[in-house]
């Protein structure tokens, strides 16, 4: 199967992204093609990725240092405590600026391998190969990575680039169903804020996308790549256009802070839920068409996606929720920024609303 090849070329970096099945085959090659230059190497991989997945991996870095850090991949592992870890090993093994980290895992692994790369030295060279349909769609681009505390998730983190990106759809074969429908959470975000034919893409093939069948899962990857690819290059630092990246994520990390973070809500089910609360509160403040609404919420109610908020939440977690989103960190006042939709491919941004309309707006969705 032909491989798929994305530039990311933002003011800080320029790197690529391979998207295609068995490509960590040719990794040695690919890294020795970019010049990527290093004597030492730390691997940080969940311990979910298949043992032989990682001896691949290993052994296409031959002749270096090769290091381990197994990880317990979650949200509560997401913390300072772990970064401290990772950095205690690359110092005892008296890593350089020159060396490299390389992540391999999910969203979560690859936020805390690229904020402890970050830090380190000011600047260690950074791989990310990302292994869930999640990371491979969304987190693995752009260059965000950080760390939860308990005010809320990624309030501690870093702008930092990787050298190179490598999405082998190969991974996906072992993800379990509710992993990939975290995945498709991002993919359908990235066309709700930014392309109607790509929505419909999904909406027409959405089966053969989940059962992963080619060339359906390497041109959805690539084009919610794209989709991110042009936003980050354009802002970087998430001064304006970038966040519209975050539709759906002010009530999603709220609903996952307030569950403190628990396995009942994963993060891809808790954008899916935000995005259903954004779209709900955007037709009820007369910003989204009722038509618009429907073709929406049909796509979420057919294919099955989480949308019920009642399950996860009750009457008593209202204030909870409204307190996290209070100190999301997109908000430069006392009121909540939320990033609305007014159709498809045509979002809202810097909307400001007090706390008070909040939590008229989740009592109303959790009394009905």
Request: proline share 2%.
């Amino acid at each position: 199967m032909k491989i798929k090849r994305l530039l990311i070329n933002t003011n800080h970096e320029k790197y690529p992204i391979f998207i295609g099945s068995g490509i960590i085959s040719n990794l040695k090659k690919i890294i020795k093609d970019l010049s990527i230059d290093y004597m030492k190497c730390l691997i940080v991989f969940d311990k979910n990725v298949p043992n032989k997945k990682v001896e691949i991996i290993k052994k296409k870095l031959n002749n270096k240092e090769v290091y381990n850090y197994r990880l317990e991949a979650n949200e509560k592992n997401k913390n300072q405590k772990t970064i401290n870890q990772i950095l205690e090993v690359l110092l005892k093994k008296n890593f350089s600026r020159d060396d490299i980290l390389i992540s391999v895992g999910g969203g979560i692994t690859g936020d805390i391998a690229g904020y402890a790369a970050s830090i380190f030295k000011r600047g260690l060279k950074f791989i990310n190969i990302p292994t869930t349909l999640l990371a491979q769609v969304d987190s693995s681009i752009g260059g965000k990575t950080g760390v939860n505390t308990s005010q809320g998730k990624n309030l501690i983190g870093s702008f930092y680039q990787p050298r190179l990106v490598i999405s082998d759809t190969d991974f996906l074969n072992t993800l379990p169903k509710r992993e990939i429908v975290c995945g498709y959470g991002e993919i359908l975000k990235h066309s709700l804020i930014s392309d109607r034919n790509f929505f419909k893409f999904l909406n027409n093939n959405f089966k053969k996308i989940l059962d992963f069948k080619s060339p359906y899962i390497e041109k959805t990857i690539y084009h919610s790549c794209r989709i991110k690819k042009k936003v980050v290059e354009k802002d970087e630092k998430e001064r304006n256009l970038r966040k519209i990246l975050n539709f759906g994520h002010t009530f999603a990390h709220a609903y996952e802070a307030s569950l403190n973070f628990s396995k009942k809500l994963n993060h891809g089910e808790a954008v899916i839920l935000g995005m259903t609360s954004a779209l709900k509160f955007s037709k009820s403040s007369n910003f989204l068409p009722i038509n618009e609404f429907k073709i929406i919420s049909n796509h979420i109610e057919n294919f099955g996606l989480p949308s019920d908020l009642k399950k996860y939440f009750s009457l008593k977690h209202v204030d909870k929720i409204v307190s996290f989103m209070a100190n999301d960190k997109k908000n430069n006042s006392n009121k909540i920024n939320l990033i609305l939709l007014k159709k498809i491919g045509n979002v809202l941004t810097n909307k400001k609303f007090d706390k008070k309309k909040l939590k008229i707006f989740l009592k109303k969705e959790l009394s009905n």
